[in-house]
Nanobody
């Protein structure tokens, strides 16, 4: 599966952005999906994940209540709605696909396919 992330940009603190991840080459419904981010000089960080059915979602405490992951398997697309953005959310955001029976949503090594990333910059 090929993944194409989009929707990044420059926003002021407190603002919102919605990222999209479009899949091609294979039905998205076969995969659990996640969003990760990486800021300069930092390790890649888990942001959100959603099960292949869409019935379960997972977030770290740093974004819980502000970010929402969703999926539309009919459109082969996963979304990340980001509200109340903070300067510390600035990073390149990546979408990634894992097997439908992924063992852990929180491990980057579980994700087999990665998109190219989209830059999110939050100004203070």
């Amino acid at each position: 599966v090929q993944l194409q992330a989009s929707g990044g940009g420059l926003v002021q603190a407190g603002g919102s952005l919605r990222l999209s991840c479009a899949a091609s080459g294979s039905p998205l419904s076969r995969y659990a999906m996640g969003w990760w981010r990486q800021a300069p000089g930092k390790e890649r960080e888990f942001v959100a994940a959603i099960s292949w059915t869409g019935s379960n979602t997972y977030y770290p405490d740093s974004v819980k209540g502000r970010f929402t992951i969703s999926r539309d398997n009919g459109k082969n697309t996963v979304y990340l709605q980001m509200n109340s953005l903070k300067p510390e959310d600035t990073a390149v955001y990546y979408c990634a696909a894992a097997a439908w029976n992924v063992r852990s949503y929180y491990l980057s090594s579980e994700y087999e396919y990665w998109g190219q990333g989209t830059q999110v910059t939050v100004s203070s």
